[in-house]
């Protein structure tokens, strides 16, 4: 058998395995393992001047496999670039394409939207060029988040501090959690009354429970006075039924999942994380269980709608098939480029995976199937009721309903159907002019309650509402704001932080036309027009950058300005320039620095502002030099005036340690800055004691005896051995104390 004389290159080995079973020996099939060539880290990369070109290099520690895939392809007769089948994997096949130096009829395009045998061998016999469209909105959407990372981060480095990043689509998802944080804060409780009327049939069976409604028109109780009054009303009765009102109500089936809603229903019935999710289908995918993961479509091929409607026929019945297929409308900012999730094939049921999956794996595949069957099948039917009592002005509203046909929701749980308000308490035949007796009156005293912060499902469902990112960003923009620490996590809810507030206040102050809901929405229109071929890379980026540059001007002069305005000019002179000296913060605290920095990078300790530094009697142990006392983190600390050495200020108790019985127990500090006693002799000796040490012994055990001070001032003495009968017991709920 000859030489294969084709290269299929993907991005995951996992793929690269299955589809390379699918081909066959006349194929080679390599993974690329995501980007090999992107934007440089140490510089933006980005040419300004001449219509913003992106200078790219070969990512750092790929090379080897740069090499491997060069000389396969300079073997292969034909080069499949089958990459994801979405903008990040055409730009990917580009730079595949570039990097191995692939002539055009060498280089071939392929995509899977499923990873089945039929789907990859019929993808392969028709591939088609690359879509320079789509690879245009890739990289115009990478080069403005550099553009804007790279140029507002060191406005954030001025302000704030060192470090901070700014990013376009994740400082406005930032700003949305934010916004909603000081809604709540802003929130005034609003105070209202419910109240639930008990009643009777007149000599038939069947209370019921019936709540207030209003007088002529609907009314809400806002006190207690007007709800005591209405109970006034209400205890003596009768109440006359004035209208009931009986209906069929259908429920039709949710559409298959896009991903946004698989997100959210992950996180909703699952608990997992949108990163977690999208890993979890990234595999299910991959093992041609499932469709292409990051879609915004509703769609369902008509080949799988051929194979889903008798499959509901067979296995559920008749009355489960609706008469023709669901459609479900397409959303006016959908791409609309691929199908919704679904399972590739119907003759795999979660059942028959389960010695195959993992448990989160089959957790989500049951999801994705559930969801799917149901999207095909007949809604829901309900009957419910609704009757209206009277009692002079006061009316009473009572409501229930029952379920006449099951439909779609044979898919969903037993414990999902209890608790989602379809199964309402049912009436009892009520027929209007009938009279009933009132039984109780229970009034409940409520209070409006703000906004809820952010989940991870709700705020991506927001995101996608507001038209901010796309399908394939919703993960990395999450995790990205929580790795920068702009918010964090408590139970399942988004909460900003300290930094988050800071970041967000500065970038509105500085940036409102660009860091806002609008232009971000509105700049993925315009990444999408791109990729449909109704706008040009250059168009969208020169727009972007009038707006973007004007307000960075702006912003570093008003900030240059600020920080002149706030800085606290000393009167120490820089030996070396001449100029005053001002204070800054650094991560040690302050210090004294030249302004004309960085033509000037003098520095001083905060300490000469408070005279001559404190000179010890402890000499330096590299050079011999008196060391003097310096301030820090941790409190003061030896430092040589000559080297630079620092050395930490030991406090001898006079206490020989009760362990090796040579050296002394001294006063040291962890590296968090907390307190404890240990021998001088360490790490000769281990010996060490989170309490000060006293010159005293237990009676009961011999060891050595510790004294703790409280808050009050109170001194306890008591035994440092933890398992001493007479050492005083902890409180419990509290944990024990454990060394640094």
């Known amino acids: 058998m000859g030489k294969p004389e084709n290269l299929v290159i993907v991005e995951s080995p996992s793929k690269a395995k299955t589809i390379g079973k699918y081909l066959g020996d006349d194929y080679v099939v390599k993974a690329s393992m995501g980007h090999l060539r992107d934007l440089p880290k140490s510089t933006m990369g980005v040419d300004l ?73 019929e993808s392969i016999r028709h591939p088609r060029d690359i879509d320079y469209d789509l690879v245009d909105a890739q990289q115009a959407r990478r080069i403005l988040d550099r553009i804007v990372g790279y140029e507002l981060s060191p406005l954030l480095w001025k302000k704030i501090r060192r470090g901070l990043s700014a990013g376009r689509v994740q400082s406005v998802a930032t700003r949305l959690v934010v916004d909603r944080e000081n809604e709540i804060r802003a929130f005034q409780p609003k105070e209202y009354w419910s109240l639930d009327v008990t009643l009777n049939r007149v000599g038939k069976p069947g209370s019921f429970v019936a709540h207030y409604w209003g ?26 039924i004035t209208n009931v009102k009986k209906a069929e109500k259908k429920r039709t089936a949710a559409p298959p999942f896009t991903t946004s809603t698989l997100q959210q229903e992950a996180a909703r019935k699952l608990g997992y994380s949108v990163s977690q999710t999208m890993m979890i289908a990234q595999r299910l995918y991959e093992s041609g269980l499932i469709t292409y993961m ?40 959908a791409q609309d480029a691929h199908e919704a999730i679904r399972p590739t094939s119907l003759e795999f049921p979660p059942d028959a995976l389960t ?77 209007k002019g009938e009279k009933v007796t009132h039984v109780k009156t229970e009034a409940e005293q409520h209070f409006t309650t703000p906004p809820p912060r952010y989940t991870e499902a709700s705020l991506i469902k927001t995101m996608e509402e507001k038209g901010i990112g796309r399908p394939s960003t919703y993960a990395p ?8 620490k ?26 409102e036309g660009i860091i806002n809901v609008d232009f971000t929405a ?19 980026m020169t727009d972007f950058y009038k707006v973007f540059d004007k307000e960075l001007e702006a912003a570093n002069s ?56 404190e000179v010890s009697d402890v000499k330096c142990d590299h050079c011999g030099t008196l060391m003097v006392y310096r301030e820090g983190p941790y409190g003061r600390y030896l430092k040589c005036p000559k080297c630079n050495a620092n050395k930490a200020i030991v406090v001898d108790t006079g206490i020989t340690c009760p362990k090796c019985h040579e050296g002394h127990m001294v006063q040291r500090k962890t590296r968090r800055g907390r307190t404890f006693y240990g021998c001088s002799r360490y790490p000769q000796c281990d010996m060490a004691l989170w309490n000060e040490p006293v010159d005293q012994f237990c009676p009961t055990c011999g060891s050595i005896m510790v004294k703790k001070t409280y808050k009050n001032g109170k001194e306890l003495i008591f035994c440092s051995n933890p398992d001493c009968p007479t050492n005083p017991k902890k409180k419990k709920g509290k944990e024990k104390e454990t060394k640094e």
Request: overall charge positive.
């Open 294 to 333: 990051r879609t915004d479509s509703t769609r369902i091929s008509d080949e799988m709608i051929a194979q889903v409607r008798p499959y509901i026929e067979t296995v559920y019945g008749e009355e489960y098939l609706p008469p023709k297929p669901n459609v479900f409308a397409k959303s006016k900012k």
């Open 558 to 613: 008003q900030a240059d300005k600020e920080k002149q305005e706030s800085q606290e000019v000393t009167d120490v002179k820089c030996e070396k320039c001449g100029a005053n000296m001002i204070v800054k913060m650094g991560r040690y605290g302050k210090y004294l620095a030249c302004p004309n920095y960085p033509s000037c990078r003098n520095i001083k300790p905060y300490s000469v502002l408070q005279g001559p530094e």
């Open 477 to 484: 923009i999450l995790d990205t704001i929580q790795k920068r």
């Open 522 to 540: 509105n700049l993925e229109n315009w990444l999408d027009k791109i990729a449909d071929g109704h706008a040009t890379y250059k168009k969208v």
């Open 355 to 431: 010695s195959v999956l993992s448990r989160d794996q089959l957790r989500l595949y049951t999801l994705i199937w559930n969801r799917f069957i149901a999207s095909q099948m007949a809604p829901q039917i309900q009957m419910t009721i609704t009757a209206l009592l009277g009692s002079g002005r006061c009316t009473l509203r009572a409501s229930g309903s029952h379920v006449l046909f099951n439909g779609f929701t044979i898919m969903q749980p037993a414990k999902e159907k209890k608790g989602d308000g379809e199964e309402n308490a049912s009436l009892p035949p009520l027929k």
């Open 49 to 121: 001047e001449h219509d913003f070109t992106p200078h790219y290099i070969p990512v750092r520690g790929k090379e080897s496999l740069i090499k491997e895939l060069k000389t396969d392809a300079e073997k292969a007769k034909t080069v499949y670039l089958a990459t994801d089948p979405d903008r990040e994997g055409e730009a990917i096949s580009w730079h595949l394409k570039e990097l191995l130096n692939l002539p055009d009829g060498k280089a071939q395009r392929v995509t899977f939207n499923e990873i089945t045998q039929k789907v990859v061998k």
């Open 215 to 240: 007088e002529e028109k609907k009314r809400e109780l806002e006190n207690e006075a007007q709800t005591q009054a209405i109970i006034d009303d209400v205890k003596d009765g009768p109440f006359t």
């Open 486 to 511: 702009y918010v964090v996590k408590e139970g399942k809810q988004f909460v900003p932080t300290e930094i988050g507030f800071k970041v967000t206040n500065l970038l509105k102050k500085y940036f």
